[in-house]
């Protein structure tokens, strides 16, 4: 007998006739003698719909009851799943977040979970009762209900497993796995059957959409053993109910990969925007009078790169930031040009950052003059690089992207099977 929680999105409790199919994924593990707690998502579109309604009402509108509104979607999800549940004689029961209750800090429709008394649940569990948790949610310190953000479920989730001490935190999606790069662009790309924490953060962090990055955190911190399977399979399909080598993508401790390769996988991001200062002054203090009120602003600065004049007087400060935070950025920027002190301010939106990933990228040496060389050959000029010890990011032309992750996926090897 393992304890285990299970979480399913959005697409996966779309309406009625999926979330009997949830339900049976559910039995499936019930019947097999374990613990279970599920963590459910909103279904498809109810959240949007939601959030809609809230700035009709008022543009400007109270958070507290923003996160009052928009909560109550994955409330419905976990009454009807507990209904179909006991309708095929499993004994369930719904459960909020202020129930548990999940304890959570005070910044409503983006809070961060602080606290999980999960006593009560796993007195249950010895009682037989599978409790199906409202995900994205919890209680703040005002007593009111306060929001997860984007991917709080996902979040929900791996914060329940490490409070309930579950064996493993099954995420259950509408894709069958991580692969080593999005099958769309690339039709060679593998499904991986497992991925270090650090790795799966680089590539949630870096454009892969299947899980989100809270969540990855959340169970690297806490060792989380992290299943990552398709809701779409055949609840009774072969091998969907090995607990030991379920279907699926594992993402866990290095320790774990015993076979470790140089390179798991490549990683995309659209709609990524240059930003040049040319000709600042190189004194102390100027990256803060830069990054200061841009981090006041809530824009997310990725790629930094920095070039120093010849006689050290000088320097040109690049960086990337999202498109949608391009205008912003540059507003930003103007405002604050006398304490910066640049001559002119350069932009371009529309770019891609196309990453490599591997934490065998540690051991090996010539990792980066193989992207270069391969992309070169390609005819691919690079606008910019960052690295850390087991990532290399390049930033491209839009036009270029696909090029690039399918040159990189093969050059490094990919898509042999």
């Known amino acids: 007998m393992a304890r285990i929680v299970m979480k399913f999105g959005g697409t996966?409790?779309?309406?009625?006739?999926?979330?009997?199919?949830?339900?049976?994924?559910?039995?499936?593990?019930?019947?097999?003698?374990?613990?279970?707690?599920v963590v459910v998502s909103a279904m498809a579109g109810k959240t949007s719909e939601l959030v809609d309604w809230t700035r009709q009402a008022s543009v400007i509108h109270d958070a507290r009851e923003y996160d009052a509104v928009v909560a109550s979607g994955?409330?419905?999800?976990?009454?009807?799943?507990?209904?179909?549940?006991?309708?095929?004689?499993?004994?369930?029961?719904?459960?909020?977040?202020?129930?548990?209750?999940?304890?959570?800090?005070?910044?409503?429709?983006a809070a961060r979970i602080l606290d999980i008394d999960g006593s009560e649940l796993v007195r249950r569990f010895g009682e037989g009762q599978v409790a199906v948790v409202a995900g994205f949610q919890g209680l703040g310190p005002d007593n009111r209900i306060a929001t997860l953000g984007r991917g709080g479920s996902d979040t929900s989730a791996v914060a329940m497993a490490a409070a309930l001490k579950a064996d493993r935190c099954d995420i259950y999606t509408d894709v069958d796995g991580v692969y080593t790069t999005d099958p769309r662009i690339e039709p060679k790309a593998r499904r991986l059957k497992k991925i270090?924490?650090?790795?799966?953060?680089?590539?949630?962090?870096?454009?892969?959409?299947?899980?989100?990055?809270?969540?990855?955190?959340?169970?690297?911190?806490?060792?989380v053993r992290t299943?990552?399977?398709?809701?779409?399979?055949?609840?009774?399909?072969?091998?969907?109910?090995?607990?030991?080598n379920p279907p699926g993508t594992l993402i866990c401790d290095e320790d774990e990969i015993v076979e470790q390769e140089v390179v798991t996988g490549i990683a995309y991001a659209?709609?990524?925007?240059?930003?040049?200062l040319r000709r600042l002054s190189d004194r102390p203090g100027v990256s803060a009078a830069i990054f200061g009120p841009l981090a006041e602003a809530r824009v997310n600065v990725d790629m930094i790169v920095q070039n120093i004049?010849?006689?050290?007087?000088?320097t040109d400060m690049t960086f990337t930031v999202p498109s949608s935070d391009m205008e912003k950025s540059l507003a930003v920027l103007e405002k604050a040009k006398e304490a910066i002190g640049f001559d002119v301010v350069q932009?371009?939106?529309?770019?891609?950052?196309?990453?490599?990933?591997?934490?065998?990228?540690?051991?090996h040496a010539g990792v980066a003059a193989t992207a270069f060389r391969a992309l070169a050959g390609k005819g691919i000029n690079i606008k910019a690089i960052t690295t850390s010890e087991i990532k290399i990011s390049i930033l491209i032309d839009s036009a270029y992207a696909e090029l690039a992750v399918r040159t990189l996926h093969s050059v490094y090897g990919l898509d042999k099977t």
């Open 12 to 37: 996966s409790v779309a309406d009625i006739e999926r979330i009997r199919n949830v339900a049976r994924h559910v039995k499936r593990e019930t019947d097999a003698g374990h613990e279970v707690a």
């Open 74 to 109: 994955e409330q419905v999800t976990s009454g009807l799943l507990s209904i179909v549940l006991q309708s095929m004689g499993v004994n369930a029961r719904a459960w909020q977040g202020w129930q548990i209750p999940i304890r959570t800090d005070n910044a409503h429709g």
């Open 196 to 223: 270090a924490f650090e790795e799966m953060l680089e590539m949630a962090s870096l454009g892969a959409k299947v899980l989100q990055v809270r969540s990855v955190e959340l169970a690297m911190v806490h060792k």
């Open 227 to 244: 299943f990552v399977r398709s809701s779409f399979i055949e609840p009774d399909a072969p091998g969907m109910g090995d607990f030991d």
């Open 270 to 276: 659209r709609d990524e925007a240059q930003i040049s």
């Open 309 to 314: 004049s010849e006689d050290g007087t000088k």
């Open 347 to 363: 932009s371009e939106p529309g770019l891609v950052k196309v990453s490599v990933i591997g934490i065998g990228m540690r051991s």
